[in-house]
């Protein structure tokens, strides 16, 4: 019989997690801030771009919590 491997003993969890987190972070931050922006110019307030940024950073590290913190 063939013998499977379980992701935990030959390490893809941990190169996908390693993989996954920084791209969270970086989609957040890019997707949110993105959005800021636009609403920025669209409503002719230059403060939505920063919020947006900080915002998607700080929902992606909840998103990041809840994926592989618990």
Known sequence: MS???KPEE???DFANAAWSIP???I???L???GIGW???RWLGVEAFFP???VFGAVLAV????VRYGR
């Open 3 to 5: 013998e499977q491997r």
């Open 23 to 25: 791209s969270y972070l």
């Open 51 to 53: 919020i947006g940024i």
């Open 38 to 40: 636009l609403l920025g």
């Open 27 to 29: 989609a957040g931050m």
């Open 62 to 65: 909840y998103l990041v919590y």
């Open 31 to 33: 997707a949110w801030g």
């Open 10 to 12: 030959d390490g893809r």
